[in-house]
């Protein structure tokens, strides 16, 4: 994940974000109360000091998770599934696994890099997840990029073939060189394929992302949009629902806000804005380095032992503990 504000000021200059009072309005209509959302939690890997994988502070933050009641996901971009060996992918799916204890959760099926055919190489990561009860969720690569929107659905029914139900995935390639927003007829295509049960959305447009969620209404009712936008965590108001990093921060607070919405209480308000304030200072340019801001969150709030990220990822300077420290306060931890 990444932008600018420059980025961000011409994406929010462009006519197709212009909209006029009446539009607002119906807009506005289209926010769905009292609803039970779906939340998901992408997992942060910790590291020690030294660079190696901490386990028992991972166990920790898998378990904080499920015991907010939010899904846990791991592999995924907070847990550093780029930079992970095909054999630390395993191990960490594997140990996942046992924390949670046969409770639901999701894995990335990530193979960018790996050699061979690569519905073949998607199986096998869809066989390795399932195995242990996990459910699958396919990162795009870039060997999909220029197929045709027959083509590409037709390879995305090949490799779901090999799982009972998977998630798919469409990331901006602001964030990731191996990501890309689908086309219409692409997506349409997508909701053909029975044992594809939802989809993450990673464009940061808004606009787009209703159109998925209206889509979606229209065509298969029951599939789901998981929002993948840390800036605008409210699209849960419209229906899309959540697989972010940023719940890995303070699932217990998300979940509280999800409680919240459902039951429609006013304390939605004050613990949303809390945790947007969270979102946009740690997704701040540089983003990719948001994981060594989750890194210091979770250790300013106890629940790893060192802030230390991956050592190849992008760094924070020291003066984000404070920053974090902060963010915590104003979401009542008493840290």
């Not at 929010?12 to 209509?29: G, I, N």
């Not at 605008?232 to 899309?240: A, K, L």
């Not at 991956?310 to 009542?332: I, Q």
Request: proline residues 4%; glycine residues 8%.
């Amino acid at each position: 994940m990444g932008t600018s504000s420059v980025d961000l000021t011409q994406r929010f200059s462009d006519s197709k974000m212009t909209m006029t009072t009446s539009q607002l309005s119906s807009l506005r209509a289209k926010v769905k109360y009292g609803r039970k959302i779906d939340g998901i939690a992408a997992a942060l890997l910790p590291y020690t000091e030294n660079g190696e994988i901490d386990y028992p502070s991972y166990e920790r933050v898998l378990l904080n998770i499920k015991q907010s009641g939010l899904t846990c996901a791991v592999n995924m971009d907070t847990g550093y599934v780029n930079l992970l060996t095909t054999a630390q992918k395993r191990e960490v799916l594997r140990f996942a696994a046992n924390v949670l204890k046969g409770t639901p959760f999701v894995a990335g099926a990530f193979v960018e890099g790996l050699e061979g055919d690569i519905a073949a190489l998607y199986h096998v990561e869809l066989q390795e997840i399932e195995a242990v009860g996990g459910t699958p969720i396919l990162f795009q690569s870039a060997r999909m990029h220029g197929l045709t929107a027959r083509d590409k659905a037709a390879l995305y029914g090949e490799i779901a073939k090999a799982a009972s139900k998977v998630l798919a995935f469409e990331l901006g390639n602001m964030f990731a060189p191996n990501g890309e927003i689908w086309d219409e007829e692409t997506f349409l295509r997508i909701l053909e394929i029975p044992q594809i049960v939802g989809a993450k959305h990673s464009s940061l447009n808004r606009l787009t992302e209703l159109e998925r969620l209206e889509t979606c209404a229209r065509l298969r009712p029951e599939f789901s949009v998981y929002t993948g936008n840390d800036l605008g965590i409210d699209m849960v108001e419209y229906g899309s629902d959540y697989l972010l990093g940023l719940a890995a921060f303070s699932p217990d607070k998300f979940a509280e806000r999800d409680r919240a919405w459902e039951v429609g209480e006013l304390g939605y308000l004050e613990i949303s804005d809390a945790i947007q304030h969270l979102g946009c200072c740690a997704f701040r340019p540089p983003v990719p380095a948001y994981k060594h801001s989750a890194a210091f969150f979770l250790f300013t709030t106890g629940i790893i032992a060192s802030p230390h990220p991956h050592p190849a990822c992008a760094r924070r300077s020291d003066w984000e503990l404070e920053l974090m420290t902060s963010c915590a306060k104003r979401l009542g931890y008493s840290v």
